[in-house]
Nanobody
Framework: QVNLVESGGGLVQAGGSLRLSCEAS????????VGWFRQTPGKEREFVAA????????RYGDSVKGRFTISGDTAENMVYLQMNNLKPEDTAVYYC??????????????????WGQGTQVTVSS
């Protein structure tokens, strides 16, 4: 059984930083594609970042490039999202995802089979 559990969300002022964590069980993050997505009420789930270790590929959404960094800890089977210089428009529920993705599908919601329950990030102005 695959289980993804996010943590690290919270309330932060604009310009601040947060680090989200995703603990994976039932799936080895070094063998799967892992990603972060976010969603606000009434909007579609948006791609944030993805890591496909076996292909040596990392992708970022345009709105977070240069501010967010995705990384993985294979020993602990964890995935992280370091978020710096946060902006109010980064406010959303952030989801960790895993799946047997390929490079061309890393940014696609539909490519991921497994999802966490989400963690709320709120950035105040």
């Amino acid at each position: 059984q695959v289980n993804l559990v996010e943590s690290g969300g919270g309330l932060v002022q604009a310009g601040g930083s947060l680090r989200l964590s995703c603990e994976a069980s039932g799936v080895t993050v070094s063998r799967y594609g892992v990603g972060w997505f976010r969603q606000t009420p009434g909007k579609e789930r948006e791609f944030v970042a993805a890591l496909l270790r076996r292909a040596g590929s990392i992708r970022y959404g345009d709105s977070v490039k240069g501010r967010f960094t995705i990384s993985g800890d294979t020993a602990e089977n964890m995935v992280y999202l370091q978020m710096n210089n946060l902006k109010p428009e980064d406010t959303a529920v952030y989801y960790c995802a895993a799946g047997r993705v390929i490079v061309s599908s890393m940014t696609s919601v539909s490519a991921y089979n497994y999802w966490g329950q989400g963690t709320q990030v709120t950035v105040s102005s």
